[in-house]
């Protein structure tokens, strides 16, 4: 047994970050990062905070699923940096909505919701479980550099979550790490220590654009290429690619390199940029409540992120 997604949920901060407004803080223009990456707009916290996000789209995936607070055996939170080093921010979403379940964060940066649904299938195989919610976010506004124009234009915050019930709708899942802190790296900051003999770092994002494009566009074919097989399908028979939104022309050049129509892949980093782990999750939630999705539909879910990590998988819609 693995499970079935039963609903979804997302929660988007209200202000929306056009790409002329990045513009006046650095040296880039609508035109450059339209081409280069297809984001048109991303939504920024100004008053939100990760805890009321992450509970929003916690509360909204319940209500999806028809499933109380109090009937969940386990929340998984994916994120890098939840609202506090502890309580974990899983904890933080169960005080809030009510749950007295088993609470606990992952960390694999934008590939955590993939990584959360493999870590959530060995609970339902092992029938500690009958309902689990797992709830990504990343508050990537507080950690990003806005004077490094490479980076400070790619990435938007928002939360999103699903709730998984006892079923057999995982086909195939994958997940790799290949450990480099060259290619994406965001240093703690700050060290209280006063026998710390390093230098503190700014707790920003660092990273080498170009190396993190030529993995991601080939981890994205190979990990659906992979999950396919694995789940003993056939290109052909995928319905919907739901991608890891960090860039547009990597989908598209995953797409050039698989045998599923580009059409199939569902797109919206125009309207969020890269919200790293949240993003499969916004957009499946966003696939799931526009009726791109019906029910038997087999979708693929890809991501990549920091780590460097990948995960990829082969759901059955079964909602
Ligand atoms: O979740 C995983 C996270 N990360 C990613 O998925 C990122 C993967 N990488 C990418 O998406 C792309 O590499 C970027 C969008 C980051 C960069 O696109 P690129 O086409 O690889 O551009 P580039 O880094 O090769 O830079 C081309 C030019 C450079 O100028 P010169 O040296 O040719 O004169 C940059 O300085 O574009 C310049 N540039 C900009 N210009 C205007 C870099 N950023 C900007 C900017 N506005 N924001």
Known sequence: MSFTILGTGKAIPEYTMKNDELSTMVETNDEWIRTRTGIEERHICKSETITELTVLAAQRALENAGIKAEDLDLIICTTMRGENITPSQACMIQKEIGAT???????????????????AAGFFERKRVKYVLV???????????????????????????AVLGEGNDLLS??????????????P????????????????????????????????????????????????????????????????????????????????????????????????????????????????????FGGGLTTGSCIIRWNK
């Open 101 to 119: 379940c088993a609470a606990f964060d992952v960390n694999a940066a934008c590939s955590g919701f993939i990584y959360a649904l493999d870590i």
């Open 135 to 161: 709830v990504s976010m990343d508050n990537l506004s507080n950690i990003t550099d806005w004077t490094d124009r490479s980076t400070c234009v790619l990435f938007g915050d928002g939360g999103a979550a």
């Open 188 to 303: 703690h900051g700050t060290n209280s220590s006063p026998f710390y003999e390093h230098e503190e770092e700014r707790a920003v994002l660092h990273m080498a654009g170009n190396e993190v494009y030529k993995f991601a566009t080939a981890a994205m074919a190979n990990g659906i290429k992979k999950a396919v097989e694995d789940a003993g399908l056939q290109q052909s028979d995928i319905d919907c690619v739901i991608p890891h939104q960090a860039n547009i022309r990597i989908i598209n050049t995953a797409a050039k390199n698989l045998d599923i129509p580009r059409e199939k892949f569902f797109c919206n980093v125009q309207h969020y940029g890269n919200t790293s782990s949240a993003s499969v999750v916004i957009a499946l939630d966003e696939a799931n409540r526009g009726g791109v999705l019906k029910k038997g539909d087999l979708v693929a879910m890809c991501a």
């Open 173 to 186: 899942i994958n997940l790799t790490a290949t450990g480099n802190d060259a290619a994406i790296r965001i």
